[in-house]
């Protein structure tokens, strides 16, 4: 059975639309037409083109020699924080802004959390001259002023999404309901394999240059274009979908997704998914997603941002429960050692994201010959201070 | 099928249908706001169970939900506080909820509570109809509970009729391109299109919701239409006012 999305978009029994009739136009629009822009000529030059001369693909795939050495097994780092923004959020915004002008909209709006996705997305509109409107919450606005200057600098306007808990969640109600009341002329731009189909699907097969490229980069390297394990962190799961997606039916590789633990998986301040969540409906999809018996939705924690959301993609879900991918959870600890470590052998700052699929080999036995590929999805200037108070305090040592 | 919506719209009046969230402004308000709002002369009420991620709902219905959860409210709070609301209350009521949390009661063991105590309808407004129809109408129709679904002006002939020929009770019909709230007024389109939508003439009557707030914009949304539903208005008018005067309140709606 196959592990891509079908015909009726679902992936076994997680995805489909669950949407107020209010968007139904919207995204059936989308629907119909996802596929057939992306496999259109023009389309395609114009996306490789700008992930060529402006994104900065191919991201290297790196033998990480001394971090391999002191693991005894062979790591491969695929650089995505080396692209234009610092991670491989852009990926899909560029995909998702050509998408946008082939159905002739002029405002373009998305969600972001930490900021990455908002700053991706406020490239890609000053890149194309379209306008561009960022919801993000205002504790999020508070604790990432940079990205909230990056984006403003980019001529997007961020506004504040003010209701539940002010974060990642709350900002993507905002950027729905900002839909709802813009029917026509607007495109939202989701940042990772989330909302209701065809979301999970396209945001998945745009990212899905990252394992393209794996399959060549490894054939020469390694004269093989299959990894033992591919391994990448997971809060909604782009970067994972983008690293698994050209090997989701290849049983031979290993899928290993690693998700934030927070304080502890039952301490009550974590977004481990998988562990924690139950099915339900998040922004439109049916998947796992962390919530009260009653059905609401619950808070997530991590020390990143970019893994605190309380669901998981609809793909993630079904590699999770038909036991296709393993799941890890990762505490902040865990991750931040990870993150210093990798500093320390390689010479790379990952963000902290990044920093939790990293934190795997300390958990888990590989052997020598094992070839690992880890998806090093965004770099770690955004989270300067963030590693500086933690390295700062007794936590470090 | 008989339910008590049915026979209200049997009658030839327009339905003043009214919106309100349960547990809000205080828990325990449910069953008091349901009796004085069927002494005021309201035709049919929504009883709204609160959610943590309303997404079709402005800030005024967030902001009563945020608060009714903070209340303690919960989806067996709300079953036991109307456990027993037939004994004084016979206008046509429905809940109305998004799905996750109706979906975590289990949608039959939510559906047999609802038959049990006397609730004619649910709105689901996440709850697609393509999925309505292949997983959960035959358990509806046990229960003898009306699905209500959504039309707006985007909606596509073809598509309402779709959806016409798997509504039972009547049809909600958003007025405009918006997340719920109080509007001062409906414009040339919208009336064109509560117009265009009475020219189809459609199996199941039609109820405006979404921007209606008084006496104006009720006649203007129920010239075309057999009723309008008022929700964000009277959150807001118990916001000010509180629950002792909801009399005067629906009296100036259709005075």
Redesign the interface.
Same mark, same amino acid.
Do not use: L, V
């Given at each position: 059975m196959s592990n891509h999305i079908n015909d009726k978009g679902y992936y076994g029994e997680f995805g /489909?639309?669950?949407?107020?009739?209010?968007l139904?136009?919207n995204v059936e629009e989308l629907r119909q037409n996802y596929l057939k822009v992306m496999a259109d000529d023009s389309f395609k030059r114009d996306f490789n083109k700008l992930l060529k001369d402006y994104v900065g693909r191919p991201s290297p795939l790196y033998f990480a020699k001394r971090l391999s050495e002191k693991y005894n097994t062979k790591i491969y780092l695929k650089r995505e924080d080396l692209n234009h923004t610092g991670a491989h959020k852009i990926n899909n915004t560029i995909g998702q802004i050509l998408m946008a002008k082939h159905l002739g909209k002029s405002r373009i709006i998305a969600e972001t959390g930490a900021g990455q996705h908002g700053v991706a997305t406020a490239t890609v509109c000053a890149l194309t001259g379209l306008e561009c409107i960022v919801y993000m919450g205002e504790v999020d606005i508070a604790r990432q002023a940079p990205n909230v200057a990056r984006m403003k600098m980019l001529g997007a306007e961020v506004r504040p999404a003010l209701? /539940?808990s002010r974060t990642l969640?709350?900002a993507t109600?905002e950027a729905?309901?900002d839909w709802?009341?813009?029917?026509?002329n607007t495109h939202y731009i989701i940042g990772s394999v989330v909302g209701p189909h065809p979301y999970p699907d396209m945001v998945a097969r745009f990212q899905s240059v990252i394992s393209e490229e794996i399959k060549w980069q490894l054939k020469e390297q390694e004269d093989t274009d299959t990894p033992d394990y591919l391994i990448a962190c997971v809060g909604g799961g782009s970067n994972a979908a983008g690293a698994y997606f050209h090997y989701l039916d290849d049983n031979e590789v290993n899928l290993i997704a690693v998700e934030a633990a927070g304080l502890g998986i039952y301490s009550g301040e974590s977004a481990a998914t998988s562990a924690l969540g139950?099915v339900?409906?998040?922004?439109?999809s049916k998947t796992l997603l962390m919530?009260s018996?009653?059905?609401?939705?619950t808070e997530p924690y991590s020390i990143s941002a970019g893994l605190d959301y309380p669901g998981v993609g609809p793909l993630h879900a079904h590699l999770y429960t038909s036991g296709r991918a393993e799941f890890i959870s990762i505490t902040d600890d865990e991750a931040m050692k990870a993150g210093l470590e990798l500093c320390q052998l390689e010479g790379i700052i990952p963000a902290i994201e990044t920093a939790h699929a990293l934190a795997v080999f300390k958990q888990k036995d590989f052997k020598p010959t094992d070839i690992c590929v880890v998806s090093l999805s965004g770099r770690g200037d955004k989270d300067l201070e963030t590693y500086i108070n933690y390295f700062k305090t007794d936590n470090g040592k | 099928m008989g339910n008590r919506i049915h026979q209200r719209l049997k009658e030839n009046k327009k339905v003043l249908s009214i919106y309100f969230t349960a547990g809000f402004p205080q828990l325990e308000d449910t069953t008091t706001i349901l009796k004085k709002l069927t002494e005021s002369g309201v035709d049919m009420i929504e009883i709204g169970l609160p959610f943590s991620d309303p997404l079709a709902d402005g800030p005024t219905i967030q902001a009563s939900s945020t608060q009714a959860l903070k209340n303690g409210m919960t989806t067996d709070r709300l079953f036991e506080q109307l456990r027993n609301i037939r004994e004084t209350v016979q206008i046509p009521l429905l809940i109305m909820g998004y799905f996750n949390p109706i979906f975590q009661y289990g949608v039959e063991a939510f559906c047999n509570k609802c038959r049990k105590i006397g609730i004619d309808g649910l709105i689901i407004p996440d709850l697609p109809v393509d999925v309505y129809q292949e997983n959960y109408k035959s358990i509806f129709e046990d229960c003898g509970l009306s699905n209500v679904l959504l039309i707006t002006p985007q909606t596509s002939e073809e598509r309402i009729r779709y959806i016409d020929s798997v509504s039972d009770g009547f049809i909600y019909m958003v007025s405009s391109a918006s997340t719920t709230g109080a509007q001062n007024g409906f414009g040339d389109e919208q009336t064109s299109y509560f117009e265009r939508i009475s020219e189809m003439k459609l199996n199941n009557p039609q109820i405006v919701g979404f921007g209606i707030s008084n006496n104006e914009t009720f006649k203007q949304a129920t010239q075309f239409s057999h009723g309008a539903i008022i929700g964000s208005a009277f959150i807001n008018h118990l916001n000010e006012d509180g629950i002792d005067r909801i009399d005067g309140f629906i009296k100036s709606l259709r005075p």
């Open positions: /489909g639309a669950f949407i107020p009739e209010m139904y136009q209701s /539940g969640k709350d109600n729905i309901r709802i009341n813009n029917p026509t139950e339900g409906i998040i922004h439109g919530q018996k009653d059905g609401q939705i | -």
